[in-house]
């Protein structure tokens, strides 16, 4: 690097570490922005850091190795990013990484000579119903093949950019009520509103675009002043994106195009009537169903948490307090006492929805009585949602921000807390714009900030972004990361509820939870106690992706079967494929196999059978899933996420995960098995923190569930579902082959041979066992043995 | 308080870790990570004892437990040792040669290492890491990376002017010492120490 860029260099650290006064929990932020700016972190950037803030050279290199959003090398101009989650991996997300590969000529994690693309992969970017998902500089690119990759690179091989369109205080109750009234007249007394789904999952299917082309033709008939146009969250029914919704009626489109708009305001919001083909078609009866309601997929779901999503704007807080949002903080701030708001939160049942399903009033209780030095206590919202398959958190704070920073200053008031924070993942950006946005505007509606809505309670929220970290989203290892430390957990022999962040008394509940908290305020403990099972309250959202006809998110009542959810809500596995396992839980979590689909879903029957409710992601596996590449996959997950702080986790799964590839390989042999399940038992009894301590619940439930799996891979050298590439061949049926050549033109390898309108042949020493052939062959003269 | 500690019941301070109460009555818990005057790392996890509550028991390291009153401890349950002998079979993989480590499993009774070897010599106990930051005031080394990745490292690997080479580092590795003579292969088991199994402390390498 020449003098001018190193004095550029030194200039632009030193205005960045002045912008944020030298705080030390800023130095994530510090280090993203340099990131951002360099496209890597260079040495002297770093020292300069480490000088300027005084924060030890060791902590701020152990920072920028530990997390993977930083890179110490430089990075290519694009930056291409393949979606490693557990749904994309059902749906063949490394076939996409391979083609990538071949396409780019360079392996994950490096980049090409000429410095014009990175590759990378990342654990679940959370578009888990448009897997598999290729992400090239931000944009977001659903239901990859290995086709579109070509396509879509030489797109931007040549330059061909993709557009990104992004997107007075109240000091009483009295004031908050008018200013409700005022909101819903300008808002939506007497208008027709035009919802587009803005979530991640319609901006895959280039929802914006839809969007924009309404808001130009809504001008265009002069309709501005009549119709409130809202580009929301996530509808849930990502598969159908880009959706549309309009009017009182809610009819709902799906699957729209930009050319489709203009039919739309013409037929629809002028003349109120609907468009015929872009309705919903029930694919049991053939029938087109009109509103929203009548889909199959919702009219099973019981929307209290999610349903908001879709009627609101997130960046306009009139639409949430028009609906009623903010009546549960003030009912909190001047009808209620803290002690009371605590017990009506423990009437109501409400059980942490990250994962541990621990009761929330005990927590908040705990935290209420510890005595702090200095009066601060915090009270924080993990937003790092981290286990692949599972999204709902992000549609929340994308979609319904205020609901969660409502549900936070409730739980503040209760706890007697003074700062808040949410700790976000980096790989979720219209998340943190979306929450980020929303304080601002709490803030200045005084809402949030100094003297809440004229009363004597002040509380304030700041948002802290993860850098990709898994490990992160456990309690004392995101208490370490928001401080600006490298996170890794710590033993919490004494509960975070008494000594948190900075050693004072913290709680922590995840984005649903903290959701679920005005709910609770305004309708009253009863009420919502009255969904429910025994020992779980309220309903619970899913994210229901894998091998089902409809993915997306999902919210139901506890209690209800998983036989309910697959085949009433998600329509079944596709292709006429039969069911294998349906795995919740996360890399925590474990399969549930096909004979336990009727038991109800609550906390306590799912950790019986062994998984676990984690955040919510339910993958669905069919018959072409194989339960030991299952296991692999997330023993590979975890061996890349763990911190590597204790023994057991760092080494141990790396042997479990050695032993497991070995089976996938069929080089084991059954007293490896019986190693690893050994192996399990001690990582599960030894490990530090709740990562460790459930890593083997994927391995444990598929060796208890699918033993016989496991003995074919070993013993008989077979997988069944034809996934592990060292036990499958693939031939071709000489007397079905119609000579078509599709495969041929799609083998990686020029592995097929073969003249036209003859027989194919495969040679066996070129082929990789990619199965595009397989796929591709509509004859299904292509066999895997 | 009191504690029942392997069936006796004994009185303990409040504020003491089950190693300091286990230490005070003369009861032997291995450690690698944990050192009087440092700050308990828990991450060797190799302390674990046995807590009963009730009808449920759990594994803790004892190192950075608190005791409280009535707690009941076991420290050499059948649960704890197959633990520890679990622990160090794994630490072996990556340390062979670890003379520590090579008389630990004689101590417990490890006689095979049944996972891939690979000479890593380093259990990453970060008792470097510590004494240099909490005893030198040095700060010159620090963890980098993660999972099977991490490391103890120097900023770039380059010795930072903190560094005052006193050494601290190497004094209180339980790695870096005069190797095992017993052992001559990754993976291989010294067990000198085991009557069981009689091996030539200084074998002629040819």
């Known amino acids: 690097m020449g003098g001018t860029d190193t004095k550029t260099l030194a200039e632009f650290v030193a205005g960045l570490v002045e912008s944020y006064e030298g705080e030390r929990s800023k130095l994530s932020a510090i280090l993203h922005e340099i990131q951002k700016e360099y496209n890597y972190l260079p040495e002297q950037a770093l020292r300069d850091v480490s000088t300027l803030m005084e924060v030890p050279m060791t902590d701020v290199y152990g920072v920028a190795t530990f997390y993977t959003s930083f890179s110490l090398v430089p990075k290519g101009k694009h930056i291409v990013t393949v979606c490693m989650g557990t749904a994309c991996h059902v749906r063949n997300s490394r076939g996409i990484l391979d083609e990538i590969c071949r396409f780019l000529k360079i392996g994950s994690g490096e980049t090409t000579e000429d410095s014009s693309f990175s590759l990378e992969t990342v654990n679940c970017l959370g578009a888990c119903a448009l897997g598999p998902i290729m992400v090239v500089d931000g944009k977001y690119h659903g239901g990859m093949t290995a086709a579109k990759v070509k396509r879509i690179l030489k797109k931007y091989q040549k330059d061909e950019a993709f557009e990104e369109v992004p997107a007075g205080r109240l000091g009483s109750v009295e004031e908050l009520q008018a200013y409700r009234q005022a909101a819903s007249v300008a808002r939506y007394t007497g208008k027709t509103s035009v919802c587009v789904c803005a979530g991640t999952g319609c901006q895959a299917s280039s929802s914006l675009d839809v969007l924009e082309a309404m808001r130009v033709e809504l001008k265009g008939h002069g309709l501005e002043g009549d119709v409130v146009l809202r580009g929301t969250g996530c509808h849930g029914f990502c598969e159908r994106g880009p959706l549309v919704v309009i009017g009182d009626d809610n009819i709902f489109y799906q699957k729209v195009k930009p050319e489709d708009v203009a039919e739309i305001v013409s037929e629809t919001v002028v003349n109120g009537r609907a468009v015929e083909r872009l309705l919903y078609q029930d694919p049991a009866t053939g029938a087109r169903v009109t509103s929203k309601e009548e889909v199959p997929f919702y009219a099973k779901q019981n929307r209290q948490i999610l349903g908001p999503n879709g009627a609101l704007d997130p960046y306009e807080v009139d639409d949430y307090i028009a609906r009623g949002g903010y009546a549960a903080l003030a009912k909190a701030l001047f009808e209620m006492q803290p002690g009371g708001i605590i017990e009506e939160v423990d009437k109501a049942g409400l059980r942490g929805r990250g994962g541990g399903g621990y009761p929330a009033a005990n927590k908040w209780r705990a935290a209420r009585k510890a005595h702090s030095v200095d009066g601060v206590k915090y009270v924080l919202c993990n937003a790092d949602e981290g286990d692949p398959g599972a999204f709902m958190d992000r549609c929340l704070l994308e979609g319904n921000p205020h609901s969660v920073i409502e549900g936070m200053i409730i739980g503040a008031i209760a706890i007697g807390a003074t700062h808040g924070y949410v700790y976000v993942r980096n790989e979720y950006p219209l998340a943190v714009r979306s929450i980020s946005h929303a304080i601002e505007q709490a803030k200045a509606k005084g809402l949030l900030g100094p003297e809440i809505l004229g009363s004597p309670f002040s509380f304030d929220i700041s948002v802290s972004r993860g850098s990709g970290a898994f490990v992160s989203g456990e309690s004392t290892a995101l208490m370490a990361s928001i401080e600006g430390r490298v996170g890794e957990p710590r033993e919490k022999y004494i509960h975070t509820a008494v000594r948190g962040l900075y050693v004072r008394p913290t709680n922590l509940n995840n984005v649903e939870t903290w959701a679920n908290v005005p709910l609770i305020i305004n309708e009253g403990a009863e009420k919502y106690a009255s969904v429910g099972t025994e020992g779980s309250k309220g309903t619970k959202i899913f994210s229901l992706v894998g091998k089902i006809t409809n993915t997306g998110l999902v919210e139901v009542p506890m209690g209800i079967t998983l036989r309910e959810i697959i085949y009433e809500i998600g329509g079944g596995i596709p292709n006429g494929k039969a069911f294998k396992a349906v795995q919740t839980g996360g890399p925590s979590g474990g399969c549930i196999p096909e004979s336990l689909i009727d038991i109800p879903v609550d906390f306590d029957e799912l950790y019986d059978v062994g998984s676990m409710m984690g955040s919510g992601g339910m993958i669905v596996m069919d018959q072409d899933t194989c339960m030991v590449d299952v296991a692999r996959y997330f023993l590979e997950f975890l061996c890349d996420e763990s911190c590597g702080k204790c023994t057991p986790c760092r080494e141990g799964l790396k042997h479990m995960a050695e032993i497991v590839e070995e089976v996938t390989e069929g080089r084991a042999t059954m007293d490896q098995l019986e190693l690893l399940e050994e192996l399990a038992e001690v990582v599960r009894d030894t490990s530090l923190c709740g990562l460790g301590q459930t890593a083997p619940n994927p391995v444990l439930s598929t060796i208890k569930y699918f033993a016989e799996e496991y003995r074919e891979h070993v013993v008989e050298k077979k997988c069944r579902a034809g996934v592990c590439r060292a036990l499958v061949s693939y031939s071709i049926n000489a007397t079905a082959c119609d000579g078509c050549m599709k495969c041929s033109a799609q083998c990686p390898s020029d592995a097929i041979t073969g003249k036209k309108k003859k027989p194919q042949a495969i040679d066996a020493a070129k082929c990789e066992k990619c199965g595009i052939c397989y796929e591709v062959c509509e004859q299904r003269a292509v066999t895997r043995m | ?206």
């Open chain 2, 1 to 206: 308080m009191n504690v029942l500690i392997d069936g006796q019941n004994v009185a303990v301070e409040e504020g003491w870790t089950v190693l300091e109460a286990a230490r005070y009555y003369g009861i032997d818990i291995p450690t690698l990570c944990y050192m009087d005057g440092l700050t308990p790392y828990s991450g060797c996890r190799l302390c674990v004892v046995e807590i009963v509550r009730g009808k449920r028991s759990r594994l803790v390291a004892s190192c950075s437990c608190p005791v409280e009153d009535g707690m009941e401890i076991t420290t050499k349950s059948e649960r704890v040792l197959h633990a520890r002998r679990m622990i160090v079979e794994l630490m072996l993989a990556t340390t062979p040669n670890s003379r520590t480590l090579q008389c630990l499993a004689s101590e417990l009774g490890v006689t095979k290492v049944r996972f891939k070897g690979e000479d890593r010599r380093c259990i990453l106990c970060g008792l470097c890491v510590r004494i240099c930051d909490e005893q030198m005031t040095g700060g010159a080394i620090g963890f980098a990376r993660r999972g099977v990745e991490r490391e103890v490292s120097m900023p770039f690997h380059k010795t930072p002017e903190a560094c005052r080479e006193c050494g601290a580092c190497l004094y209180v590795c339980p790695v870096c010492e005069l190797p095992c003579m017993g052992v001559m292969e990754p993976g291989e088991l010294c067990n000198a120490c085991l009557d069981t199994v009689q091996l030539d402390p200084f074998p002629s390498r040819d």
